[in-house]
């Protein structure tokens, strides 16, 4: 399948609804100043946002919503009623599937709880979707940008890390990443995205109220680019079923805009005239693949086979594969985390 029209979008947003600072109207015409074509509102334990699902001019917004016990907190999207918090994860997880939803693992890997946040960790890591995972997807947020943030906040650099906020990224860490590689090794199709859980809170510091951070400048950090072989729907109903599509198979990347766009990447696997891009299973029983990647522009890249580089090089690359197994992409720039894209997975 050709995957010709990529679509830039948001996960993981807060309004009024619940904790975050902003209303709908002022949270889509921040979206949609930052060149977005989607979002996904998460209010905690909270649909209230619903009427605002649909088109405004030329972004989508889709409304779920995440579930939020003292921990272990799970974006539930596809889902028209909201899932009890009170329920073990397993159980709520059960539910959310149940009712024909899907759902994302939210910042799993937090560790440290300051002044600024608590810790919501992912606590049981063999708790990683529903009971019956056969031919269930599910979604882990390997880079949560405010809760990368957070866990990079002291009393000593809290203000320099607010002016200048790359200090306080480190990118997917590494346990979240191995996570994700050994469930998708094991067959348990598992999406990865990027989330900004953005809340643009409203902090007091000593010379007034300041904004940490506006979803303006929020929407231009992490962004999930979904894949389409067609043009978006004008249809609400269908555009959202295309972003959730696309999600759920694996179709779409993300990339921290602070260090570049990167609207048409390629990534794909390639035999003869025969191609196959992330989220496809080609087989390896009809000769060797080719792998070939360029993200546009100098970055450093990185082909990952079953969470072991491969090989890497600057801006593009062309391998050849014998092997079978879980191949994807990451980029850097500027030595810092920037691109990650779902797997190809590569069969015997």
């Given at each position: ?99 024909g939803g899907f759902g994302v693992i939210a910042h799993p890997d937090e ?82 995205i990027g989330g900004v859980d953005v809340h643009a809170f409203k902090v ?145």
């Amino acid at each position: 399948m050709s995957l010709n029209f990529s679509y830039p979008g948001a996960i993981h947003i807060h309004t009024i609804y619940s904790d975050g600072s902003g209303s709908f109207p002022e949270v889509i015409t921040a979206a949609r100043e930052a060149g977005l074509r989607w979002i996904v509102v998460t209010d905690h334990d909270t649909l209230e946002g619903k009427r605002f699902e649909g088109w405004h001019d030329d972004l989508l917004v889709i409304v779920g919503h995440e579930i939020t016990p003292a921990r272990n907190h799970f974006l539930a999207l596809n889902v028209d009623q909201v899932i009890d918090n009170r329920q073990a994860p397993q159980d709520y997880i059960d539910e959310v599937y149940g009712r024909g939803g899907f759902g994302v693992i939210a910042h799993p890997d937090e560790r440290l709880k300051n002044d600024f946040k608590d810790v919501y960790r992912w606590d049981d890591w063999t708790i990683d979707g529903p009971r019956d995972r056969q031919n269930r997807v599910v979604g882990l947020e390997l880079w949560n940008i405010m809760s990368d943030w957070g866990e990079h906040l002291t009393p000593t650099n809290k203000y320099l890390n607010f002016f200048i906020p790359r200090l306080g990224l480190s990118g997917p860490t590494p346990a979240t990443l191995a996570w994700w590689d050994r469930l998708n090794m094991a067959g348990r199709r598992t999406f990865g995205i990027g989330g900004v859980d953005v809340h643009a809170f409203k902090v007091s510091v000593p010379w007034g109220v300041v904004e940490v951070f506006p979803y303006r400048w929020m929407f231009s950090t992490l962004t999930n680019y979904v894949l389409f072989d067609i043009p978006f729907a004008t249809d609400p109903m269908q555009a959202r079923n295309q972003v959730f599509s696309a999600l759920t198979q694996g179709r779409s990347y993300f990339a921290n805009r602070l260090d570049g766009d990167a609207p048409n990447i390629v990534f794909i696997a390639r035999r003869n005239q025969e191609s196959w891009s992330v989220g496809d299973s080609p087989s390896l029983a009809a000769g060797p693949l080719t792998i070939v990647a360029d993200v546009g522009c100098n970055a450093h890249i990185q082909l990952i086979r079953d969470g072991q580089v491969v090989v890497s090089a600057v801006r593009a690359l062309r391998h050849s594969i014998v092997q079978p197994g879980v191949y994807r992409l990451e980029g850097y720039r500027g030595g810092r985390p920037w691109l990650y894209a779902n797997p190809i997975y590569v069969q015997a």
